[in-house]
């Protein structure tokens, strides 16, 4: 019996990605502050704190992103792989999709 090696190589270009990451962070900071100098009324505050949500929950993306593209060995991937939860449950919080922790 001959025996063969099979070697894959996954590659992955996220610089489009990132530089979209950047300018929908920046986009949503500027308008927070526009909307929070214009003195709204209070459940405005509420929409805000969602929006605060939604930025962060574009940072753990990116974070999760940045951690599967540096992935290698075990825990390069169980780092990436916390990431991409992290940043899961991270959205459905802010789609108040109904995940709940203990």
């Not at 962070?25 to 003195?39: F, K």
């Not at 940072?59 to 940045?66: C, E, G, K, P, Q």
């Not at 593209?69 to 991937?77: K, N, Q, T």
């Amino acid at each position: 019996m001959s025996e063969e090696t099979v070697t894959f190589n996954l590659e992955l270009n996220v610089e489009q990605c990132f530089s979209t990451i950047r300018r929908l962070e920046s986009l949503a900071y500027r308008t927070m502050g526009l909307i929070g100098r214009m003195g709204l009324p209070e459940n405005i505050d509420q929409a805000i704190a969602k929006i605060q949500q939604f930025i962060m929950t574009i940072r753990l993306l990116h974070s999760a992103i940045i951690a599967l593209e540096a992935a290698s060995g075990p825990i390069g991937w169980a780092f990436a792989g916390v990431g991409i939860a992290t940043a899961g449950f991270s959205l459905a919080d802010s789609l108040d999709i109904g995940v709940h922790t203990c």
